[in-house]
Nanobody, 126 residues
Framework: QVQLVESGGGLGQAGGSLKLSCGAS????????MGWFRQAPGKEREFVAA????????YYADSVKGRFTVSRDNAESTVSLQMNSLTPEDTAVYYC???????????????????WGQGTQVTVSS
């Protein structure tokens, strides 16, 4: 069982930056791949970024590649999402999630993730 709590959301300006963090409970955090997803009003939840259990591999949606960076600290049981060059299209509720799978083809699929945080709102003004 893993419990996830996101923090760091809020209001940002276009072209600015925000950093999201996700803290995890449980002793096995380092065995989980971690992902970030987002859901805008009226839209389906979509993949944003993921990081392997060791932190050696990262994956990004095309829409955020080059602007967002995912990282993790297994000693602190945290995963972060640094978001730069924000646009209004980045406005959404952001969720962190934990997956026991390690195959690279699974990171983008919502169904791969067993545990989810409650989400944190990110609003980007133009």
């Amino acid at each position: 069982q893993v419990q996830l709590v996101e923090s760091g959301g809020g209001l940002g300006q276009a072209g600015g930056s925000l950093k999201l963090s996700c803290g995890a409970s449980g002793r096995t955090f380092s065995s989980y791949s971690m992902g970030w997803f987002r859901q805008a009003p009226g839209k389906e939840r979509e993949f944003v970024a993921a990081i392997s259990s060791s932190g050696d591999s990262t994956y990004y949606a095309d829409s955020v590649k080059g602007r967002f960076t995912v990282s993790r600290d297994n000693a602190e049981s945290t995963v972060s999402l640094q978001m730069n060059s924000l646009t209004p299209e980045d406005t959404a509720v952001y969720y962190c999630a934990a997956s026991p799978r390690r195959d690279s083809g699974s990171y983008r699929a919502i169904s791969s993730y067993w545990y989810w945080g409650q989400g944190t709102q990110v609003t980007v003004s133009s």
